[in-house]
């Protein structure tokens, strides 16, 4: 039998294991960095299953390394499994982490026969937070010889072009008053708020392509009668890149800032989570992998018009991505119309569709691993890129 039968006979024979933790973590949906049942769920399964687990990695509670074998070859394989405030996993993080836990035990079939080390590690706070982030500046990925994940999604897609991201909070301070009584003694942190987000609408006109800002309030003020003394918001920032979303944090720093100097608040503005690069997916990774995808019955966006395309999203996989070979192909559900970050996709995501990407996704990464371990080439150019890195070299 084959590497990849074995890994495909793998992934079958534990089906049932495998849905069954996809399930049980969209059922109990955790934020960022409290996914602790969610954390513990994947680390006893795959104790269980006789891994090497380390719980709270790099000093995340909710972090884990999960290892099998003793390979000069690192396979790194990642999960995520932190869920949206409000509506779940609709983003499909169960998917990736049932589909991550299958193709580390799928590698474990073979990992003798191709001198590999399995490396499952999870991966908290993704959608806030960038537990990747974290990890990757507290060595968690360092030996590593590459890094692989799917992610659900509307569309079949090898090698997506997320966007860069950072975030930033601001807070204005002013001073309370009667509102109608006495406003001229108040100083008000809502007008504050309202320059800021007029000077940004009027800057969207004109940001460089792919460049995106939207936000929320987090504090208005706390009754009408009352000159609101503070207020709050979040600003997510986009851009294709990481110089180009520099530039446009500049700019948006100067419009918040236009807020404060209008109305004689003070402001403060800071990051909540540290920022997210572009992704840059492995071109050889990529083709084992869009082989793999392919030959199990997929159809995926073909080469020409993925290079056209940018997802319009982001992600924390990609400062993993700046770092060592990596990718995260956006593996198909049928989301019924319904897009990443919707009620509607969370639905799919615990359906027969999201049960599919599950099962398919776990033996497309596995046979990825599998042809990257079997390439003497590929193999060479990895163990020599964990040396490089371990020297100080930038990738």
């Given at each position: 039998m084959?590497?990849?039968d ?11 294991t495998?849905l069954?933790?996809?399930?049980s973590?969209h059922?109990?949906p955790e934020t ?12 006893d ?5 006789g891994?090497a687990?380390?719980r ?5 509670a909710?972090a884990l390394?999960?290892t099998?074998g003793?390979?000069?070859l690192?396979?790194g394989v ?5 869920a949206l405030p ?7 993080h169960?998917?990736i982490?049932?589909a991550s836990v299958?193709?580390a ?5 073979v990992?003798?026969d191709l001198d590999?080390?399995?490396r ?7 959608e806030?937070g960038g537990?990747?982030?974290l ?5 968690a990925?360092?030996d590593?010889?590459?890094a692989l994940l799917?992610?659900p ?16 909070e601001?807070?204005y301070?002013?001073r309370?008053?009667?509102?109608s009584?006495a406003?001229h003694?108040?100083?008000?942190a ?5 320059v800021a987000?007029v000077a940004?609408?009027l800057?969207r ?12 309030t987090t504090h208005g003020?706390?009754a009408?009668?009352?000159v609101p ?7 997510y ?5 990481a ?5 446009l944090e ?8 236009a807020?404060?100097?209008?109305t ?5 503005i ?10 840059v997916s ?6 084992a ?9 997929r159809?995926?966006l073909?080469?020409?018009a ?8 982001s992600?924390d996989m990609?400062n993993v ?12 559900v049928d ?5 990443n970050?919707?009620?509607g996709?969370?639905e799919?995501?615990?359906?027969p569709?999201g049960d599919?990407?599950v099962?398919?996704?776990a033996?497309?990464l596995?046979?990825t691993?599998v042809a ?9 150019a990895?163990l020599?890129?964990?040396r490089?890195r371990?020297?100080?070299?930038v990738?």
């Amino acid at each position: 039998m084959s590497h990849r039968d074995r890994c495909r006979a793998a992934v079958e024979r534990r089906r049932s294991t495998l849905l069954a933790l996809s399930h049980s973590l969209h059922a109990e949906p955790e934020t960022a960095f409290d996914e602790h049942r969610s954390a513990a769920k994947i680390a006893d399964l795959l104790e269980g299953e006789g891994f090497a687990v380390e719980r709270g990695t790099g000093g995340l509670a909710t972090a884990l390394t999960a290892t099998w074998g003793d390979g000069e070859l690192v396979a790194g394989v990642l999960a995520e499994y932190d869920a949206l405030p409000g509506i779940g996993h609709a983003c499909g993080h169960n998917v990736i982490a049932a589909a991550s836990v299958g193709a580390a035990l799928a590698l474990r079939e073979v990992a003798a026969d191709l001198d590999l080390t399995v490396r499952l590690i999870g991966t908290p706070a993704e959608e806030s937070g960038g537990g990747k982030v974290l990890l990757l500046e507290r060595g968690a990925f360092d030996d590593l010889a590459f890094a692989l994940l799917i992610h659900p999604s509307p569309d079949e897609i090898c090698a997506p072009r997320t966007l860069a991201v950072t975030d930033l909070e601001v807070t204005y301070r002013g001073r309370a008053a009667h509102a109608s009584f006495a406003p001229h003694q108040g100083v008000n942190a809502a007008d504050a708020l309202t320059v800021a987000q007029v000077a940004i609408g009027l800057a969207r006109q004109h940001l460089e392509p792919h460049q995106m800002v939207h936000g929320i309030t987090t504090h208005g003020g706390d009754a009408p009668n009352i000159v609101p003394d503070r207020t709050g918001a979040v600003y997510y920032l986009r851009a294709r890149s990481a110089e180009s979303l520099c530039r446009l944090e500049h700019r948006v720093r100067d419009c918040l800032r236009a807020g404060a100097v209008a109305t004689g608040c003070t402001e403060e503005i800071r990051r909540a989570a540290p920022p997210y690069t572009e992704l840059v997916s492995d071109v050889r990774l990529t083709a084992a992998y869009r082989e793999a995808i392919t030959a199990l019955g997929r159809v995926p966006l073909d080469e020409e018009a993925e290079a056209r395309l940018v997802t319009p999203a982001s992600t924390d996989m990609g400062n993993v991505s700046q770092v060592l070979p990596a990718i995260q192909p956006s593996i198909a559900v049928d989301a019924r119309g319904a897009v990443n970050h919707q009620p509607g996709f969370a639905e799919v995501c615990a359906g027969p569709s999201g049960d599919a990407a599950v099962l398919d996704g776990a033996v497309a990464l596995a046979w990825t691993a599998v042809a990257a371990a079997s390439d003497p080439a590929h193999r060479v150019a990895l163990l020599d890129g964990v040396r490089a890195r371990r020297c100080g070299a930038v990738r």
